[in-house]
């Protein structure tokens, strides 16, 4: 029951946060109103009452989300931590870090590196010493911002720690 995400896509989080990040409480999944879904007979090997209303990702989303009690917003994700966020700050500038987050602190999905679409970096980016290769999508420091940052897949955000 870690308040935390052990990956960053949250596939196994059992926590106990019941609200979106837009502080939205979760609909119950042994309900069908005010949202009808296709988990009200359970997944993750537990009942659907046995996940009670607490945010979940049993379909492989990019973080654990959940149907919401307000009838106009069907879904919404949540704001839950990576139990290591800490190892961005704890070294200097996270230049070093070799992590796998992938989302920034605002939640957006970060963009693969080696992708042109749907921000075109404005720089050519190495990573002297890493063994990550470039298509992946992890924040990285690699021009000495203040922490790791990455191009986001939000159209409107060009990036973010």
């Known amino acids: ?47 659907a009452s046995e996940h009670e209303n607490y945010c979940r990702n049993p379909n492989n989303d990019e973080r654990p989300w959940c149907y919401t009690v307000n009838d106009t917003v069907r879904y919404s994700y949540c704001d839950i931590p990576l ?13 070093e870090y070799q992590g796998k987050h992938n989302i920034t602190w605002d939640g957006i999905a970060c963009q ?27 924040c990285r420091n690699p021009d000495g911002e203040p922490l790791p940052w990455c191009y986001t897949v939000n159209p409107d955000v060009r990036w973010q720690t």
């Open 83 to 95: 139990c290591n966020e800490k190892d961005c700050r704890e070294m200097e500038k996270g230049m």
């Open 1 to 47: 029951n870690k308040e935390c995400l052990d990956n960053t896509k949250g596939q196994y989080y059992f926590g106990t946060v019941s609200k979106t990040g837009d502080g939205i409480e979760c609909q119950r999944w042994d309900k069908l109103q005010p949202h009808d879904h296709r988990f009200v007979y359970g997944f993750m090997g537990l009942s």
């Open 112 to 138: 693969r590196w080696d992708s042109t679409y749907p921000h075109v970096p404005n720089r050519r980016i190495s990573f002297p010493g890493s063994t990550l290769s470039r298509q992946e999508n992890y």
